[in-house]
T-cell receptor, first 112, second 114 residues
Framework: AQSVTQLDSQVPVFEEAPVELRCNYS??????LFWYVQYPNQGLQLLLK??????LVKGINGFEAEFNKSQTSFHLRKPSVHISDTAEYFC??????????FGKGTRLSVIA | DSGVTQTPKHLITATGQRVTLRCSPR?????VYWYQQSLDQGLQFLIQ???????AKGNILERFSAQQFPDLHSELNLSSLELGDSALYFC?????????????FGPGTRLTVL
């Protein structure tokens, strides 16, 4: 069965510093991978997704993620964060036509 | 604004009661998904409907049921409510049934069971 582990529940980072949010998944077959963001009191919004092709995926708001099949990872990165990036970030996996399985989330706090 | 609407925004009720949560998908989307978000369980998939038919089932309790109507809106019915059912319930929609499609989430319904 598929599962997702987000290794950090909370990540504090200073404004304009780089950040990496880690995500590892387990699956026995090919997967689709997603990062969603949840701002306070809002629903989830897609940041980026990997379906196939280039392992480096660029998303909205300057975020990018790299799919690493051998490490079963899909870490999210941003070279310079802003206060407005403060939110909860969720990694999710699907094995094709199976429903999304979400990680527990990582709370990113950007400090001025 | 994702285009997915959910009503009500907040719901406070008592144990043993029954409530109905409503979701209207984005225009043109045929799939509707329901999720439960709680502090201890995280974001859990409950059930998916595609064009009126149940497509996939997740960790949905027998006390919970859902349906999708001909106009594609969906309702999630929660009955015999327990304290542990207090959570945020999200609805999401996508154009087709397959998971590569982006899911667009509504703002959620916060259910509090007292």
């Amino acid at each position: 069965a598929q599962s997702v582990t987000q290794l950090d529940s909370q990540v504090p980072v200073f404004e304009e510093a780089p950040v990496e949010l880690r995500c590892n998944y387990s699956s026995s077959v090919s997967v689709y991978l997603f990062w969603y963001v949840q701002y306070p009191n809002q629903g989830l919004q897609l940041l980026l997704k990997y379906l196939s092709g280039s392992t480096l995926v660029k998303g909205i708001n300057g975020f990018e993620a790299e799919f690493n099949k051998s490490q079963t990872s899909f870490h999210l990165r941003k070279p310079s964060v802003h206060i407005s990036d403060t939110a909860e970030y969720f990694c999710a996996v699907s094995e094709g036509n199976t429903p999304l399985v979400f990680g527990k989330g990582t709370r990113l706090s950007v400090i001025a | 604004d994702s285009g997915v609407t959910q009503t009500p925004k907040h719901l406070i009720t008592a144990t043993g009661q029954r409530v109905t949560l409503r979701c209207s998908p984005r225009s043109g989307d045929l799939s509707v998904y329901w999720y439960q978000q709680s502090l201890d369980q995280g974001l859990q998939f409950l059930i998916q409907y595609y064009n009126g038919e149940e497509r996939a089932k997740g960790n949905i309790l027998e006390r919970f049921s859902a349906q999708q109507f001909p106009d594609l809106h969906s309702e999630l019915n929660l009955s015999s409510l327990e304290l542990g059912d207090s959570a945020l319930y999200f609805c999401a929609s996508s154009p087709r049934a397959g998971s590569p499609d982006t899911q667009y989430f509504g703002p959620g319904t916060r259910l509090t069971v007292l």
